[in-house]
């Protein structure tokens, strides 16, 4: 009993760790995504109060008080995931179409913020199993604009428009697994007492 006990208690500090860390490399992919946009605005003479289309481009289901922390997750996940879709088809559209020869400071930039969002991927799907326990979900595309503007100036928009999609969701992110930890331990002791009282019955 005390055995189980135990094992429990470091599950769900496992799961506070993974959160801690998943929120920290959110911050840190939140501060590179803010040095992209400057390089990309620079790079493409765009001024720093420049509008893009309105709507969001990732498609997931509405923020509620109501989505318990598998869903906020789930959700979360999801939209990450969409997130890393559409960069690496702006990554490729902007090499194909504007191309790609010089490697500079915005280039390496952007694979920078590239390898982070999938850093930051293999940790909310490791809370997402340890709250769940089933195997991380694949992202659905359908609906995303992954084949972007053919028009030069629209193109250079779009792939603008994405690097905020990305900056906007790692925002999300961070208040998300902010409010995570507590509520991790909070449904892993009430799992325990559950288990127990039935242990107890038996």
């Known amino acids: 009993m005390a055995d189980r ?4 208690m470091t599950g769900s500090d496992q799961s506070r760790t993974t959160a801690a860390r998943a929120t920290a490399i959110a911050e840190q992919l939140h501060y590179e995504c803010s040095i992209l946009l400057e390089l ?5 003479s765009f001024n720093a109060d420049i509008t893009v289309a309105d709507g969001r481009l990732v498609s997931v289901p509405p923020p509620s008080s109501q989505l318990d922390t598998r869903d ?3 959700r979360l996940h999801s939209a990450l995931l969409q997130c890393r879709s559409l960069l690496e088809r702006a990554i490729a559209k902007e090499e194909e179409e504007l191309g790609g020869g010089k490697k500079g400071d ?4 952007r ?4 390898e982070r969002l ?4 293999v940790n909310t799907g490791e809370l997402l199993k340890a709250v769940d ?5 694949t992202p ?14 629209e193109l250079k928009l779009w792939v603008y428009r994405i690097f905020k999609e990305v900056d906007y969701w790692t925002k999300t992110a961070i208040t998300t697994l902010q409010g995570l930890p507590s509520v991790i331990a909070k449904e892993r002791t009430r799992t325990t007492r559950v288990r127990s009282t039935r242990s107890t019955r038996r």
């Not at 006990?5 to 429990?8: A, L, Q, Y």
């Open 5 to 8: 006990r135990t094992r429990s």
């Open 40 to 44: 990309y605005r620079e790079k493409e």
């Open 72 to 74: 906020k997750l789930w």
């Open 106 to 109: 915005y280039e390496t930039q």
């Open 111 to 114: 694979k920078m913020v590239k």
């Open 118 to 121: 999938s850093l930051l991927l």
């Open 133 to 137: 326990g089933t195997a991380v979900l």
């Open 140 to 153: 659905n595309l359908e609906g995303l604009e992954l084949d972007g503007p053919t028009i030069l100036f």
